[in-house]
Protein backbone atom coordinates (compact mmCIF):
# COMPACT_ATOMS: atom_id res chain seq x y z
CA UNK A 1 0.00 0.00 0.00
CA UNK A 2 3.20 2.52 1.17
CA UNK A 3 4.29 2.02 -2.71
CA UNK A 4 0.76 2.14 -4.34
CA UNK A 5 -0.10 5.42 -2.45
CA UNK A 6 4.08 6.97 -3.12
CA UNK A 7 3.09 6.41 -7.02
CA UNK A 8 -0.29 8.69 -6.66
CA UNK A 9 1.56 10.70 -4.82
CA UNK A 10 4.12 11.27 -7.49
CA UNK A 11 1.07 11.26 -9.86
CA UNK A 12 -0.42 14.37 -7.97
CA UNK A 13 2.91 15.74 -8.37
CA UNK A 14 3.86 15.65 -11.65
CA UNK A 15 0.25 16.87 -12.47
CA UNK A 16 0.15 19.76 -10.47
CA UNK A 17 1.18 23.28 -12.74
CA UNK A 18 3.10 24.18 -9.45
CA UNK A 19 5.47 21.57 -9.49
CA UNK A 20 7.24 22.57 -13.11
CA UNK A 21 7.36 26.30 -11.24
CA UNK A 22 10.61 25.04 -9.79
CA UNK A 23 11.96 23.77 -12.63
CA UNK A 24 11.11 26.68 -14.97
CA UNK A 25 12.51 29.36 -12.36
CA UNK A 26 15.96 27.26 -12.13
CA UNK A 27 16.28 27.27 -15.16
CA UNK A 28 16.06 30.86 -16.02
CA UNK A 29 17.81 31.85 -12.92
CA UNK A 30 20.51 29.77 -14.17
CA UNK A 31 20.09 31.57 -17.98
CA UNK A 32 20.54 35.05 -16.51
CA UNK A 33 23.82 34.10 -14.15
CA UNK A 34 25.57 32.00 -17.44
CA UNK A 35 24.23 35.44 -19.60
CA UNK A 36 25.54 37.66 -17.04
CA UNK A 37 29.28 35.57 -16.67
CA UNK A 38 29.67 35.60 -19.86
CA UNK A 39 29.19 39.64 -20.62
CA UNK A 40 30.83 40.65 -17.27
CA UNK A 41 32.22 37.66 -15.79
CA UNK A 42 36.11 38.48 -16.67
CA UNK A 43 36.34 41.86 -14.22
CA UNK A 44 33.96 39.99 -11.43
CA UNK A 45 36.72 37.68 -11.29
CA UNK A 46 39.33 39.94 -11.44
CA UNK A 47 37.61 42.47 -9.13
CA UNK A 48 38.07 38.98 -6.61
CA UNK A 49 41.55 37.89 -7.44
CA UNK A 50 43.13 42.10 -7.80
CA UNK A 51 44.24 41.75 -4.05
CA UNK A 52 45.87 38.54 -4.65
CA UNK A 53 47.83 39.78 -8.02
CA UNK A 54 50.49 41.52 -5.51
CA UNK A 55 52.00 37.80 -4.22
CA UNK A 56 50.32 35.39 -7.05
CA UNK A 57 50.45 35.42 -10.74
CA UNK A 58 47.27 33.63 -12.53
CA UNK A 59 47.35 31.97 -15.45
CA UNK A 60 44.92 30.50 -17.87
CA UNK A 61 41.55 30.63 -17.80
CA UNK A 62 39.39 31.72 -14.44
CA UNK A 63 36.63 31.90 -15.69
CA UNK A 64 35.58 28.43 -16.76
CA UNK A 65 32.46 25.79 -16.53
CA UNK A 66 33.58 24.89 -12.70
CA UNK A 67 34.05 28.47 -11.25
CA UNK A 68 30.45 29.30 -12.84
CA UNK A 69 29.32 26.07 -11.65
CA UNK A 70 30.54 26.96 -8.12
CA UNK A 71 29.23 30.35 -8.16
CA UNK A 72 25.56 29.42 -9.06
CA UNK A 73 25.48 26.72 -6.51
CA UNK A 74 26.55 29.15 -3.63
CA UNK A 75 23.69 31.84 -5.34
CA UNK A 76 20.77 28.90 -5.55
CA UNK A 77 20.89 27.02 -2.39
CA UNK A 78 20.20 29.52 -0.40
CA UNK A 79 16.66 30.17 -3.03
CA UNK A 80 15.95 27.01 -3.79
CA UNK A 81 14.01 26.04 -0.56
CA UNK A 82 11.27 28.01 -1.69
CA UNK A 83 10.84 26.43 -4.88
CA UNK A 84 11.01 22.83 -2.93
CA UNK A 85 8.58 24.31 0.02
CA UNK A 86 6.34 25.17 -3.25
CA UNK A 87 5.66 21.88 -3.65
CA UNK A 88 5.69 20.19 -0.46
CA UNK A 89 4.49 22.43 1.69
CA UNK A 90 1.19 21.66 -0.18
CA UNK A 91 1.38 17.98 -0.27
CA UNK A 92 -0.75 17.63 3.26
CA UNK A 93 -2.50 20.76 3.78
CA UNK A 94 -3.15 21.29 0.03
CA UNK A 95 -5.08 17.50 0.19
CA UNK A 96 -7.16 19.41 3.45
CA UNK A 97 -8.30 22.77 1.37
CA UNK A 98 -9.18 20.55 -1.67
CA UNK A 99 -11.10 18.48 1.00
CA UNK A 100 -9.36 15.09 -0.63
CA UNK A 101 -7.82 14.21 2.51
CA UNK A 102 -11.36 12.78 3.64
CA UNK A 103 -11.25 11.17 0.63
CA UNK A 104 -7.82 9.37 0.83
CA UNK A 105 -8.89 8.46 4.44
CA UNK A 106 -11.63 7.03 4.66
CA UNK A 107 -9.51 4.07 2.83
CA UNK A 108 -7.92 1.07 4.07
CA UNK A 109 -4.40 2.98 4.03
CA UNK A 110 -2.93 4.07 7.83
CA UNK A 111 -2.47 7.58 7.63
CA UNK A 112 1.11 6.40 8.72
CA UNK A 113 1.54 5.04 5.28
CA UNK A 114 -0.31 8.17 4.06
CA UNK A 115 2.33 10.70 5.55
CA UNK A 116 5.36 8.66 4.62
CA UNK A 117 4.38 8.29 0.96
CA UNK A 118 3.66 11.84 1.14
CA UNK A 119 7.59 12.25 2.58
CA UNK A 120 8.99 9.89 0.03
CA UNK A 121 7.51 11.67 -3.21
CA UNK A 122 8.29 14.93 -1.62
CA UNK A 123 12.16 13.48 -1.51
CA UNK A 124 11.72 12.11 -5.19
CA UNK A 125 10.94 15.76 -6.52
CA UNK A 126 13.50 17.29 -4.14
CA UNK A 127 15.91 15.00 -6.17
CA UNK A 128 15.22 15.54 -9.28
CA UNK A 129 15.31 19.19 -8.30
CA UNK A 130 18.82 19.24 -7.55
CA UNK A 131 19.19 16.34 -10.30
CA UNK A 132 18.23 19.72 -12.22
CA UNK A 133 19.79 22.22 -10.82
CA UNK A 134 23.52 19.50 -10.89
CA UNK A 135 22.45 19.44 -14.34
CA UNK A 136 22.02 23.16 -15.61
CA UNK A 137 25.01 24.33 -12.83
CA UNK A 138 27.90 22.03 -14.80
CA UNK A 139 26.60 20.98 -17.87
CA UNK A 140 25.41 24.27 -19.66
CA UNK A 141 28.24 26.16 -17.77
CA UNK A 142 30.73 23.74 -19.15
CA UNK A 143 29.63 23.84 -22.71
CA UNK A 144 29.35 27.80 -22.80
CA UNK A 145 32.96 28.60 -20.72
CA UNK A 146 34.80 24.88 -21.20
CA UNK A 147 36.39 22.99 -18.55
CA UNK A 148 39.63 24.55 -16.02
CA UNK A 149 40.91 24.76 -12.39
CA UNK A 150 38.45 25.56 -9.53
CA UNK A 151 39.55 29.02 -7.41
CA UNK A 152 37.66 29.06 -4.38
CA UNK A 153 37.79 32.06 -2.14
CA UNK A 154 37.36 30.70 1.59
CA UNK A 155 37.61 32.64 4.94
CA UNK A 156 40.44 31.11 5.33
CA UNK A 157 42.42 32.22 1.74
CA UNK A 158 42.23 30.80 -1.54
CA UNK A 159 41.94 27.51 -2.54
CA UNK A 160 42.95 26.16 -5.98
CA UNK A 161 41.34 22.99 -7.25
CA UNK A 162 42.94 21.05 -10.08
CA UNK A 163 40.37 20.36 -12.91
CA UNK A 164 40.70 16.46 -12.47
CA UNK A 165 39.90 17.00 -8.84
CA UNK A 166 36.90 19.24 -8.79
CA UNK A 167 33.75 16.63 -10.47
CA UNK A 168 33.69 13.92 -7.23
CA UNK A 169 33.24 17.55 -4.81
CA UNK A 170 30.74 18.45 -7.20
CA UNK A 171 29.01 14.96 -6.81
CA UNK A 172 29.41 14.94 -2.67
CA UNK A 173 28.41 18.68 -2.54
CA UNK A 174 25.12 18.16 -4.52
CA UNK A 175 24.73 15.05 -2.11
CA UNK A 176 24.98 16.72 0.95
CA UNK A 177 22.89 19.90 -0.66
CA UNK A 178 19.91 17.29 -0.92
CA UNK A 179 20.10 16.74 1.98
CA UNK A 180 19.59 19.87 3.19
CA UNK A 181 16.92 20.06 1.23
CA UNK A 182 15.47 17.54 2.16
CA UNK A 183 15.32 18.56 5.42
CA UNK A 184 13.53 21.97 4.21
CA UNK A 185 11.15 18.99 2.47
CA UNK A 186 10.58 17.86 5.61
CA UNK A 187 9.61 20.46 7.63
CA UNK A 188 7.35 21.91 5.24
CA UNK A 189 5.57 18.85 4.86
CA UNK A 190 5.28 18.85 8.84
CA UNK A 191 4.02 22.69 8.93
CA UNK A 192 1.86 21.21 6.10
CA UNK A 193 0.29 18.55 8.74
CA UNK A 194 -0.72 21.55 11.16
CA UNK A 195 -2.51 23.93 8.43
CA UNK A 196 -5.64 23.40 6.31
CA UNK A 197 -4.03 25.62 3.51
CA UNK A 198 -0.96 25.64 1.55
CA UNK A 199 0.15 29.00 1.77
CA UNK A 200 0.69 28.90 5.71
CA UNK A 201 3.54 25.51 5.59
CA UNK A 202 5.14 27.47 2.47
CA UNK A 203 5.54 30.94 4.43
CA UNK A 204 6.03 29.32 7.59
CA UNK A 205 9.07 27.17 6.12
CA UNK A 206 10.89 30.16 4.47
CA UNK A 207 9.71 32.37 7.72
CA UNK A 208 11.59 29.64 9.88
CA UNK A 209 14.75 29.36 7.23
CA UNK A 210 15.10 33.24 7.70
CA UNK A 211 14.69 33.62 11.07
CA UNK A 212 17.26 30.71 11.78
CA UNK A 213 20.03 32.15 9.04
CA UNK A 214 19.71 35.43 10.69
CA UNK A 215 20.48 33.95 14.33
CA UNK A 216 23.09 31.78 12.85
CA UNK A 217 24.63 34.97 11.14
CA UNK A 218 24.74 37.34 14.44
CA UNK A 219 27.55 37.45 16.59
CA UNK A 220 25.92 37.34 19.73
CA UNK A 221 27.05 35.06 22.75
CA UNK A 222 23.70 34.04 23.46
CA UNK A 223 23.06 32.07 20.52
CA UNK A 224 26.08 30.42 20.41
CA UNK A 225 25.20 27.61 22.14
CA UNK A 226 21.83 26.99 19.80
CA UNK A 227 23.75 27.83 16.33
CA UNK A 228 25.49 23.66 16.04
CA UNK A 229 21.82 22.62 16.46
CA UNK A 230 20.11 25.01 13.62
CA UNK A 231 19.70 23.12 10.51
CA UNK A 232 20.26 26.00 8.26
CA UNK A 233 23.98 26.05 10.01
CA UNK A 234 24.34 22.90 7.82
CA UNK A 235 22.75 23.94 5.13
CA UNK A 236 26.31 25.35 3.63
CA UNK A 237 28.07 22.35 4.45
CA UNK A 238 28.91 21.41 0.87
CA UNK A 239 31.02 23.98 0.51
CA UNK A 240 33.13 22.19 2.71
CA UNK A 241 33.62 20.23 -0.34
CA UNK A 242 35.90 22.66 -2.01
CA UNK A 243 38.36 22.53 0.91
CA UNK A 244 41.68 21.46 0.85
CA UNK A 245 42.15 19.31 2.98
CA UNK A 246 38.29 18.15 3.14
CA UNK A 247 36.88 18.67 6.93
CA UNK A 248 35.23 14.95 6.73
CA UNK A 249 34.47 15.70 10.54
CA UNK A 250 32.46 18.75 9.76
CA UNK A 251 30.59 17.39 6.58
CA UNK A 252 29.31 14.22 8.58
CA UNK A 253 28.69 16.17 11.48
CA UNK A 254 26.65 18.31 9.76
CA UNK A 255 24.99 14.89 7.93
CA UNK A 256 24.07 14.02 11.16
CA UNK A 257 22.24 17.15 12.47
CA UNK A 258 20.43 17.40 8.98
CA UNK A 259 19.43 14.07 9.61
CA UNK A 260 18.50 13.82 13.02
CA UNK A 261 15.77 17.28 12.14
CA UNK A 262 14.88 14.88 9.04
CA UNK A 263 13.51 11.86 11.57
CA UNK A 264 12.31 14.42 14.75
CA UNK A 265 10.01 16.17 11.92
CA UNK A 266 8.54 13.08 10.08
CA UNK A 267 7.84 12.05 14.17
CA UNK A 268 6.17 15.06 14.78
CA UNK A 269 4.85 14.62 11.50
CA UNK A 270 3.45 11.27 11.99
CA UNK A 271 2.08 12.05 15.51
CA UNK A 272 0.15 14.84 14.56
CA UNK A 273 -1.62 13.52 11.64
CA UNK A 274 -2.29 9.85 12.88
CA UNK A 275 -4.07 12.26 16.12
CA UNK A 276 -5.84 14.73 13.77
CA UNK A 277 -9.87 14.55 13.74
CA UNK A 278 -10.34 14.98 9.79
CA UNK A 279 -13.10 17.95 9.74
CA UNK A 280 -12.62 19.55 6.65
CA UNK B 1 -28.87 -23.25 16.96
CA UNK B 2 -29.70 -26.50 18.53
CA UNK B 3 -32.17 -26.70 21.48
CA UNK B 4 -31.85 -29.91 24.03
CA UNK B 5 -35.59 -31.22 25.05
CA UNK B 6 -35.76 -33.96 27.88
CA UNK B 7 -39.12 -35.82 27.55
CA UNK B 8 -40.46 -37.98 30.55
CA UNK B 9 -41.50 -41.61 29.04
CA UNK B 10 -42.71 -44.53 31.00
CA UNK B 11 -39.25 -46.21 29.98
CA UNK B 12 -36.85 -43.53 30.68
CA UNK B 13 -35.88 -39.89 29.47
CA UNK B 14 -35.99 -39.62 26.04
CA UNK B 15 -33.58 -36.78 24.29
CA UNK B 16 -34.51 -34.81 21.34
CA UNK B 17 -32.38 -32.71 19.97
CA UNK B 18 -34.05 -29.82 17.72
CA UNK B 19 -32.32 -28.11 14.65
CA UNK B 20 -33.42 -24.62 14.59
CA UNK B 21 -32.66 -22.36 11.93
CA UNK B 22 -33.08 -18.90 12.82
CA UNK B 23 -32.71 -16.71 10.53
CA UNK B 24 -31.03 -13.16 12.54
CA UNK B 25 -30.41 -10.29 10.77
CA UNK B 26 -26.31 -9.97 10.90
CA UNK B 27 -25.76 -6.51 12.32
CA UNK B 28 -23.11 -4.52 9.87
CA UNK B 29 -22.95 -1.48 12.09
CA UNK B 30 -23.56 -1.43 15.62
CA UNK B 31 -22.65 1.85 17.25
CA UNK B 32 -23.30 2.23 21.14
CA UNK B 33 -23.18 5.35 23.53
CA UNK B 34 -20.94 7.31 21.12
CA UNK B 35 -19.93 10.70 22.19
CA UNK B 36 -17.31 13.52 20.97
CA UNK B 37 -16.45 16.81 22.19
CA UNK B 38 -14.72 19.58 20.25
CA UNK B 39 -13.03 21.18 22.83
CA UNK B 40 -16.29 22.38 25.45
CA UNK B 41 -18.62 21.82 22.50
CA UNK B 42 -20.52 18.36 22.50
CA UNK B 43 -20.99 17.67 18.89
CA UNK B 44 -22.32 13.98 19.85
CA UNK B 45 -23.53 13.36 23.25
CA UNK B 46 -25.15 9.60 22.96
CA UNK B 47 -25.76 8.15 19.48
CA UNK B 48 -26.66 4.32 19.55
CA UNK B 49 -27.86 2.68 16.42
CA UNK B 50 -27.87 -0.56 14.22
CA UNK B 51 -28.07 -1.40 10.73
CA UNK B 52 -28.68 -5.04 9.93
CA UNK B 53 -27.03 -6.02 6.70
CA UNK B 54 -29.42 -5.26 3.30
CA UNK B 55 -31.01 -2.09 5.31
CA UNK B 56 -31.36 0.83 3.58
CA UNK B 57 -31.22 2.88 6.75
CA UNK B 58 -32.19 6.67 6.75
CA UNK B 59 -29.98 9.49 9.64
CA UNK B 60 -31.65 11.79 9.77
CA UNK B 61 -31.33 15.02 12.15
CA UNK B 62 -31.49 18.32 12.18
CA UNK B 63 -28.72 20.74 10.90
CA UNK B 64 -25.98 20.16 13.96
CA UNK B 65 -27.72 17.42 15.15
CA UNK B 66 -24.41 15.57 15.34
CA UNK B 67 -25.28 13.52 12.38
CA UNK B 68 -21.49 14.05 10.16
CA UNK B 69 -19.73 13.66 13.17
CA UNK B 70 -21.68 10.50 13.78
CA UNK B 71 -20.54 9.50 10.11
CA UNK B 72 -16.75 10.51 10.34
CA UNK B 73 -16.23 8.69 13.69
CA UNK B 74 -18.19 5.69 11.72
CA UNK B 75 -15.14 6.24 8.93
CA UNK B 76 -12.35 6.54 11.50
CA UNK B 77 -11.86 10.69 9.80
CA UNK B 78 -12.70 11.45 13.75
CA UNK B 79 -11.51 9.30 17.15
CA UNK B 80 -14.70 9.15 19.54
CA UNK B 81 -14.33 10.25 23.19
CA UNK B 82 -16.82 7.80 24.63
CA UNK B 83 -18.74 4.58 23.30
CA UNK B 84 -18.29 1.50 21.15
CA UNK B 85 -18.26 1.39 17.18
CA UNK B 86 -18.39 -1.79 15.12
CA UNK B 87 -18.63 -2.51 11.90
CA UNK B 88 -19.39 -6.19 10.27
CA UNK B 89 -18.56 -7.84 14.31
CA UNK B 90 -15.21 -5.98 14.17
CA UNK B 91 -14.54 -3.27 16.30
CA UNK B 92 -13.47 -0.29 14.29
CA UNK B 93 -10.64 0.60 16.57
CA UNK B 94 -8.78 -2.26 16.29
CA UNK B 95 -9.66 -3.74 12.23
CA UNK B 96 -9.61 -0.13 10.98
CA UNK B 97 -8.34 -1.43 7.45
CA UNK B 98 -9.93 -4.70 6.84
CA UNK B 99 -13.10 -2.62 7.76
CA UNK B 100 -12.52 0.18 5.42
CA UNK B 101 -11.80 -2.14 2.65
CA UNK B 102 -15.56 -3.47 2.64
CA UNK B 103 -16.90 -0.12 2.97
CA UNK B 104 -17.59 2.93 -0.15
CA UNK B 105 -18.67 6.30 1.18
CA UNK B 106 -19.47 9.91 -0.12
CA UNK B 107 -19.21 12.49 2.87
CA UNK B 108 -21.04 15.84 2.23
CA UNK B 109 -19.97 16.26 -0.90
CA UNK B 110 -17.28 14.15 -2.99
CA UNK B 111 -13.91 16.40 -3.52
CA UNK B 112 -11.39 15.11 -6.52
CA UNK B 113 -8.28 15.81 -7.92
CA UNK B 114 -9.20 19.28 -9.78
CA UNK B 115 -6.49 18.69 -12.11
CA UNK B 116 -6.75 15.32 -12.78
CA UNK B 117 -9.30 13.60 -15.28
CA UNK B 118 -12.24 11.69 -13.80
CA UNK B 119 -10.31 8.11 -14.92
CA UNK B 120 -6.70 9.24 -12.73
CA UNK B 121 -9.08 10.07 -10.07
CA UNK B 122 -10.70 6.95 -9.92
CA UNK B 123 -7.13 5.13 -10.68
CA UNK B 124 -6.23 6.85 -7.75
CA UNK B 125 -8.59 5.90 -4.86
CA UNK B 126 -8.76 2.43 -6.60
CA UNK B 127 -5.44 1.67 -6.03
CA UNK B 128 -5.49 2.09 -2.40
CA UNK B 129 -9.18 0.86 -1.98
CA UNK B 130 -7.57 -2.73 -0.82
CA UNK B 131 -8.94 -4.43 -3.96
CA UNK B 132 -8.03 -5.22 -7.52
CA UNK B 133 -10.14 -2.95 -9.87
CA UNK B 134 -8.65 -3.19 -13.41
CA UNK B 135 -8.98 0.02 -16.18
CA UNK B 136 -11.81 -2.06 -17.53
CA UNK B 137 -13.63 -1.80 -14.20
CA UNK B 138 -13.10 1.73 -14.31
CA UNK B 139 -14.00 2.48 -17.98
CA UNK B 140 -17.52 0.58 -17.06
CA UNK B 141 -18.40 2.11 -13.47
CA UNK B 142 -17.63 5.42 -15.58
CA UNK B 143 -19.75 4.13 -18.37
CA UNK B 144 -22.53 3.10 -15.45
CA UNK B 145 -22.39 6.74 -13.96
CA UNK B 146 -22.50 8.48 -17.31
CA UNK B 147 -19.55 9.79 -17.26
CA UNK B 148 -17.76 7.40 -20.08
CA UNK B 149 -17.61 10.29 -22.20
CA UNK B 150 -15.74 12.55 -19.82
CA UNK B 151 -13.30 9.93 -18.83
CA UNK B 152 -10.29 12.10 -19.95
CA UNK B 153 -11.48 15.62 -19.13
CA UNK B 154 -10.29 17.07 -15.98
CA UNK B 155 -12.48 17.40 -12.77
CA UNK B 156 -11.99 21.63 -12.33
CA UNK B 157 -14.29 21.53 -15.62
CA UNK B 158 -17.04 19.21 -14.07
CA UNK B 159 -20.82 20.31 -12.45
CA UNK B 160 -21.95 19.80 -9.00
CA UNK B 161 -23.72 17.30 -10.19
CA UNK B 162 -21.05 15.44 -12.22
CA UNK B 163 -18.82 15.23 -9.46
CA UNK B 164 -21.76 13.60 -7.35
CA UNK B 165 -22.02 10.80 -9.91
CA UNK B 166 -18.17 10.43 -9.66
CA UNK B 167 -18.29 10.59 -6.17
CA UNK B 168 -21.42 7.71 -6.45
CA UNK B 169 -18.29 5.76 -9.24
CA UNK B 170 -15.41 5.97 -6.26
CA UNK B 171 -17.62 4.53 -3.75
CA UNK B 172 -18.57 1.90 -5.67
CA UNK B 173 -15.38 0.61 -7.53
CA UNK B 174 -14.11 -1.36 -5.37
CA UNK B 175 -17.68 -3.01 -4.76
CA UNK B 176 -18.07 -2.39 -0.90
CA UNK B 177 -20.60 -4.04 0.94
CA UNK B 178 -21.80 -0.87 3.00
CA UNK B 179 -22.17 2.06 1.18
CA UNK B 180 -22.34 5.39 3.86
CA UNK B 181 -23.76 8.42 1.89
CA UNK B 182 -23.94 12.06 3.70
CA UNK B 183 -26.11 14.06 2.10
CA UNK B 184 -26.13 12.63 -1.63
CA UNK B 185 -28.65 14.91 -3.19
CA UNK B 186 -27.03 18.22 -1.84
CA UNK B 187 -26.86 21.05 -4.38
CA UNK B 188 -28.54 18.56 -6.95
CA UNK B 189 -30.97 19.37 -9.51
CA UNK B 190 -34.58 17.48 -9.45
CA UNK B 191 -33.20 15.11 -11.93
CA UNK B 192 -29.88 14.50 -10.34
CA UNK B 193 -31.86 13.63 -7.19
CA UNK B 194 -33.91 10.97 -8.91
CA UNK B 195 -30.96 9.63 -10.30
CA UNK B 196 -29.62 9.30 -7.27
CA UNK B 197 -32.32 7.66 -5.54
CA UNK B 198 -33.25 5.29 -8.64
CA UNK B 199 -29.45 4.30 -8.55
CA UNK B 200 -29.61 3.36 -4.01
CA UNK B 201 -32.68 1.77 -5.42
CA UNK B 202 -31.04 -0.38 -7.72
CA UNK B 203 -27.93 -1.01 -5.79
CA UNK B 204 -30.24 -2.26 -3.01
CA UNK B 205 -32.66 -4.19 -5.03
CA UNK B 206 -30.01 -5.41 -7.35
CA UNK B 207 -27.07 -6.44 -5.25
CA UNK B 208 -28.66 -6.32 -2.06
CA UNK B 209 -26.16 -3.42 -0.73
CA UNK B 210 -26.37 -2.22 3.08
CA UNK B 211 -26.76 1.60 2.90
CA UNK B 212 -26.58 4.26 5.17
CA UNK B 213 -28.18 7.61 3.96
CA UNK B 214 -28.09 10.80 5.52
CA UNK B 215 -30.12 13.45 4.19
CA UNK B 216 -32.53 15.86 4.78
CA UNK B 217 -34.59 14.82 1.77
CA UNK B 218 -37.32 13.57 4.10
CA UNK B 219 -39.06 12.74 0.72
CA UNK B 220 -36.20 10.48 -0.04
CA UNK B 221 -35.62 8.62 3.06
CA UNK B 222 -39.59 8.24 3.21
CA UNK B 223 -39.47 6.29 -0.13
CA UNK B 224 -36.02 4.50 -0.04
CA UNK B 225 -35.36 3.40 3.22
CA UNK B 226 -36.50 0.69 5.50
CA UNK B 227 -35.30 1.73 8.91
CA UNK B 228 -33.91 4.83 10.47
CA UNK B 229 -32.96 6.52 13.39
CA UNK B 230 -33.58 10.40 14.32
CA UNK B 231 -30.53 12.10 16.11
CA UNK B 232 -31.11 15.30 17.66
CA UNK B 233 -28.99 17.45 19.96
CA UNK B 234 -26.30 14.77 19.60
CA UNK B 235 -28.39 11.86 21.11
CA UNK B 236 -30.41 9.83 19.51
CA UNK B 237 -34.54 10.01 19.52
CA UNK B 238 -35.60 7.15 17.74
CA UNK B 239 -34.86 3.96 16.21
CA UNK B 240 -36.87 1.94 13.83
CA UNK B 241 -38.50 0.69 10.65
CA UNK B 242 -39.64 3.64 9.08
CA UNK B 243 -43.22 2.17 8.20
CA UNK B 244 -44.17 1.04 11.80
CA UNK B 245 -43.00 4.28 13.17
CA UNK B 246 -45.13 6.25 10.75
CA UNK B 247 -48.26 3.87 10.71
CA UNK B 248 -48.26 3.26 7.30
CA UNK B 249 -51.45 2.11 7.53
CA UNK B 250 -52.60 5.70 7.90
CA UNK B 251 -51.65 8.57 5.13
CA UNK B 252 -52.29 12.26 5.48
CA UNK B 253 -54.04 13.39 2.67
CA UNK B 254 -54.55 17.04 1.32
CA UNK B 255 -57.69 18.10 -0.80
CA UNK B 256 -57.70 21.35 -2.37
CA UNK B 257 -61.60 22.08 -3.29
CA UNK B 258 -63.99 24.71 -4.21
CA UNK B 259 -66.16 24.44 -1.32
CA UNK B 260 -64.32 23.61 2.16
CA UNK B 261 -66.98 23.80 5.08
CA UNK B 262 -69.30 21.73 2.50
CA UNK B 263 -66.37 18.88 1.73
CA UNK B 264 -65.63 19.25 5.70
CA UNK B 265 -69.52 17.86 6.53
CA UNK B 266 -69.25 15.30 3.87
CA UNK B 267 -65.98 13.69 4.95
CA UNK B 268 -67.34 13.69 8.44
CA UNK B 269 -70.77 12.35 7.25
CA UNK B 270 -70.33 9.96 4.55
CA UNK B 271 -66.44 8.97 6.30
CA UNK B 272 -67.33 9.38 9.79
CA UNK B 273 -63.72 11.04 10.01
CA UNK B 274 -62.88 13.43 12.62
CA UNK B 275 -59.49 14.40 12.10
CA UNK B 276 -60.07 17.33 9.23
CA UNK B 277 -57.81 20.25 9.28
CA UNK B 278 -58.40 22.91 7.21
CA UNK B 279 -55.17 24.55 5.79
CA UNK B 280 -56.01 27.41 3.62
CA UNK B 281 -58.94 28.95 2.17
CA UNK B 282 -59.37 25.85 -0.39
CA UNK B 283 -57.02 23.21 1.46
CA UNK B 284 -58.00 20.67 4.14
CA UNK B 285 -55.70 17.39 5.02
CA UNK B 286 -57.20 14.63 6.34
CA UNK B 287 -56.05 11.78 8.30
CA UNK B 288 -57.39 8.52 6.69
CA UNK B 289 -56.72 5.12 6.26
CA UNK B 290 -54.74 4.11 2.81
CA UNK B 291 -57.76 1.63 1.87
CA UNK B 292 -60.51 4.47 2.18
CA UNK B 293 -59.00 7.04 0.16
CA UNK B 294 -61.06 5.91 -2.93
CA UNK B 295 -64.48 6.25 -0.86
CA UNK B 296 -63.28 9.63 0.27
CA UNK B 297 -62.77 10.61 -3.75
CA UNK B 298 -66.44 9.04 -4.46
CA UNK B 299 -67.88 11.02 -1.78
CA UNK B 300 -66.67 14.28 -2.74
CA UNK B 301 -67.43 13.97 -6.23
CA UNK B 302 -70.92 12.82 -4.88
CA UNK B 303 -71.37 15.85 -2.99
CA UNK B 304 -70.46 18.18 -6.79
CA UNK B 305 -67.69 19.51 -4.94
CA UNK B 306 -65.07 20.47 -7.32
CA UNK B 307 -61.94 18.34 -6.62
CA UNK B 308 -58.82 20.40 -7.92
CA UNK B 309 -56.17 18.53 -6.29
CA UNK B 310 -55.83 15.46 -4.05
CA UNK B 311 -52.20 14.47 -2.73
CA UNK B 312 -50.98 11.92 -0.20
CA UNK B 313 -48.89 14.46 2.13
CA UNK B 314 -45.43 13.00 3.01
CA UNK B 315 -46.06 11.75 6.66
CA UNK B 316 -42.00 11.48 7.62
CA UNK B 317 -41.83 15.13 7.69
CA UNK B 318 -44.83 15.70 10.13
CA UNK B 319 -43.10 13.00 12.33
CA UNK B 320 -39.58 14.45 11.82
CA UNK B 321 -41.14 17.67 13.52
CA UNK B 322 -42.32 15.75 16.21
CA UNK B 323 -39.98 14.47 17.19
CA UNK B 324 -37.27 17.55 17.06
CA UNK B 325 -39.86 19.86 18.73
CA UNK B 326 -40.41 17.08 21.61
Redesign the interface.
Known sequence: MLLKNTYNEFIKIVAKPRSYLGFGALTLLIAIIIFAMKADGETIVSFITASFEQTLSFNGKLVNGNLIAFIILQMLVVHIPLLVALVTGDLISGEAAMGTVRMLATKPISRTQIVLSKFIAGAIYTLLLTVWLGFLSLFVSHLVFGAGDLIVLNSDGLVILQEADILWRFGLGFCVAFLSLLTVATLSICLSAFAENSVGPIVSTMAIIILFTIIGSLDVTVFDTIKPYLFTTHMASWRSFFEDPVPYDSIIQSIVVLLVHIVVLIGITLYKFNKKDITS | MFVNIYVNHPFGTIHVLICLIIMEKQAIIKIEHLAKK?GSFEAVKDVSFTVNKGDVFGFLGPNGAGKSTTI?CL?????PDKGTVELFGQSLAKN??????N?G?I?E????????SAQ?NLE??A????ANVSAKDIAEMLDFVGLGNRAKHKVKGFSHGMKQRLGIA?TLLHKPELIILDEPTTGLDPQGIVEIRNLILRLKNEQNKTILLSSHQLSEIELIANRMVIINQGKSVVEGDVSSLLNSEETLVRIELNDVEKGKSVIREKLNVSTITQISGNELEVNISKKRVPELCKALIDADLAIHAIEPKRKLEDYFMKIIQA
Do not use: N, T
Not at chain 2, 127 to 130: F, L, T, V, Y
Open positions: FRLSLISRADILKISIKPDFYKYLKIFRISGQ
